[in-house]
């Protein structure tokens, strides 16, 4: 089944660096802020069908020449231990991986800075560890006042007071694990330092979402603020672009919000009038110029929405979001008449689901675990759990036998092999949860695809689950979400837990 295509990448690539080289043209350094993911952007990548994932990074390697990159990274995020909940990982493990992978993008990296420093004991492990590594630490401290006392903040006791970061290259990207991390501040204390050497610099943003050429409402936009409901972004019409051009651009309430102390932070910097009159004219954002297929897109942005919404559910069931972040994706939905059944696969797993938990022996307080998955060609594959393994393992193994031709009466995998790694789990590691996850449930497979055919050949398999989505009817655990990733599935919860073990993880 031929995907459907409503994004063109290269199209993209072009117009995007096209605009950036010309807007460097204006300075003899351009302080580029880098919003969102510069590798691996998921987001993109669904509500843009076509999309290259790493289209961003391969962007900047078209420039390598011409770049080097500055790493941010609030103290605090460290401090508390904050979680990238796309990888599973701590922000400064984020940072190490983010290294590793622009170094193989042939990518300079200048030095990573830590925002908002005040000694914290965690950060300074982390600093450590950066410098041991080679990595040039830079720090800088909270500025009382920030963002609004312009006066103190461009002077000698604002952004006087921290480290000025060395560059060479001409474009200088500013980037960091999340929102809050301090690249507007990077950025505007760099203007400062290179205006005191009597340096030209310039500031410009580059975030793909909103779209500031696409109407506001538009089911494109819409998913951003389904993406960033945490944050409380709204998105709107830029009032500062439609006065100075009479022309309708969206942008978002932050960025709206501080344009004017942006302005007169930048303007008290430099000494003369900013370029730029409105949030918009401060972005780089080319991205609507790669759309090719409105109705494409419009569809993938509202199945977008909907893994939105699942996914906050789940996190106000386990506590790590608040009842007015979940009450505001539900509004989002209503605004595009949405259900959540409108995602192909979460009927087939609920139904397959309650006809489980119409069995007499099942205890009526849980919620029976069924998987369902969405393979390319729009069939539906079901998987449950069981004593020997959880529904997740279980979808698997019978989507890649489906893609196989393999009957379902053919055990993919000998009890020989399952019976020891469930013992040890259960014995030997004394856990609670004795069915095998995705995990070992592969690599139990790989162990038997060595020597058995018919093993092999659905091990083969696993990479045309790649793009295809799943449902589960319970809230999974975390090597489960993990290795669901690494297959490149994109998964949804409901938002029950599958049994009374607190310490599910």
């Known amino acids: 089944m031929t995907k459907k295509i409503g994004f063109d990448p290269q199209k993209y690539i072009e117009e995007q660096s096209k605009y950036i080289l010309e807007r460097v043209d204006n300075y003899d350094k351009l302080y580029l802020e880098f919003g969102g993911k510069l590798i691996g952007d998921m987001h993109a990548k669904r509500v843009l069908p076509g999309f290259d994932q790493d289209a961003k990074i391969k962007l900047l390697h078209k420039l390598k020449d011409q770049i080097e990159i500055i790493i941010c990274v609030y103290a605090g995020d460290i401090e508390r231990n904050k979680i990238r909940g796309d990888y599973g990982i701590t922000y400064d493990m984020d940072i190490m991986r983010l290294i590793d992978e622009l170094g193989d993008y042939e990518l300079a990296v200048n030095s990573v800075v830590i925002t908002r420093y005040n000694g914290q004991p965690s950060t300074k492990i982390f600093m450590n560890k950066l410098q041991q590594r080679g990595i040039k630490v830079f720090t800088h401290r909270e500025i009382e006042g920030y963002p609004v006392n312009v006066d103190k903040i461009v002077s000698d006791e604002g952004f006087g007071q921290n480290d000025y970061i060395p560059t060479t290259k001409p474009i200088v990207v500013v980037t960091g694990p999340g929102a809050g991390s301090g690249k507007l501040a990077t950025c505007l204390n760099q203007l400062y330092h290179e205006s005191r050497q009597g340096n030209s610099g310039g500031y410009s943003k580059f975030e793909t979402f909103p779209v500031w050429n696409i109407p506001l409402k538009h089911p494109l936009n819409i998913a951003y ?19 100075y051009y009479g022309e309708v651009a969206v942008n978002y309430n932050r960025d709206i919000e501080t344009f004017p102390i942006i302005k007169r932070t930048i303007e008290k910097i430099t000494g003369r009038e900013a370029e730029f009159h409105s949030p918009t004219d401060m972005g780089v954002n080319r991205i609507g110029f790669g759309i090719i297929d409105d109705a494409i897109i419009q569809e993938a942005s509202k199945q977008e929405v909907i893994r939105r919404y699942f996914e906050t559910a789940s996190n106000y069931k386990k506590g790590v979001t608040d009842l007015d972040t979940l009450n505001r994706i539900q509004i989002i939905m209503e605004e595009l008449d949405l259900r959540p059944e409108d995602r192909a696969c979460v009927l087939p797993a609920r139904q397959y689901s309650e006809k489980l938990k119409n069995r007499s022996d099942w205890d009526q307080e849980f919620t029976p675990p069924v998987m369902a998955l969405e393979l390319a060609n729009g069939r539906i594959i079901t998987g449950r759990g069981s004593e020997l393994m959880d529904a997740s393992a279980s979808a698997v193994l019978n989507a890649i036998k489906f893609l196989a031709n393999i ?67 319970v809230i999974l655990n975390k090597d489960d979400e993990q290795i669901l990733r690494s297959l490149g599935i994109s998964f949804t919860c409901d938002p029950d837990f599958p049994s009374k073990n607190l310490f599910y993880v």
């Open 225 to 243: 603020e389904a993406a960033t409901v945490d944050l409380k972004d709204v998105n709107m019409i830029d009032s500062f672009h439609y006065d």
């Open 407 to 473: 009957s379902d009466e053919i055990l993919l995998l000998s009890p020989n092999i399952l019976e020891p790694i469930q013992r040890l789990k259960s014995n030997e590691l004394a856990g609670r949860i004795t069915s095998l996850n995705i995990s070992e449930i592969l690599i139990a497979l790989s162990i038997s695809a060595v020597t058995n055919p018919t093993a092999q050949l659905a091990y083969a398999k696993l990479i045309e689950l790649k793009d295809t989505q799943a449902h589960s009817t």
